[in-house]
Nanobody
Framework: QVQLVESGGGLVQAGGSLRLSCAASGRTVNTYTVGWFRQPPGKEREFVAVISASAGTSTYADSVKGRFTISRDNAKNTAYLQMNSLKPEDTAVYYC???????????????WGQGTQVTVSS
């Protein structure tokens, strides 16, 4: 089992930037894929970005492509989501998740963090 803790959320004006962190602990975390998902108010959880264990492969949702960058530092057991050019529609609770497999589907992930709130004001 992998334990995940997100941090870095907050309130930012439209056009601003935030960097979310996902600190992982537990067995063989560096062999796990890490995904970022978000849940906007009143909506279902949606895929944002995913990065493979080696950091050699990443995939983004169309809505964030070109604005968000996912990365990881396996020496620090931490994954990141750099969010630039933020829009009010990016407002959501952001979750990181980990799983041995590579997937853009939330249902595929067995380990989840508690979430961090990101609010973008217009």
């Amino acid at each position: 089992q992998v334990q995940l803790v997100e941090s870095g959320g907050g309130l930012v004006q439209a056009g601003g930037s935030l960097r979310l962190s996902c600190a992982a602990s537990g067995r063989t975390v560096n062999t796990y894929t890490v995904g970022w998902f978000r849940q906007p108010p009143g909506k279902e959880r949606e895929f944002v970005a995913v990065i493979s264990a080696s950091a050699g492969t990443s995939t983004y949702a169309d809505s964030v492509k070109g604005r968000f960058t996912i990365s990881r530092d396996n020496a620090k057991n931490t994954a990141y989501l750099q969010m630039n050019s933020l829009k009010p529609e990016d407002t959501a609770v952001y979750y990181c998740a980990a799983d041995p497999g590579y997937s853009v589907k939330a249902a595929s992930y067995r380990s989840w963090g508690q979430g961090t709130q990101v609010t973008v004001s217009s």
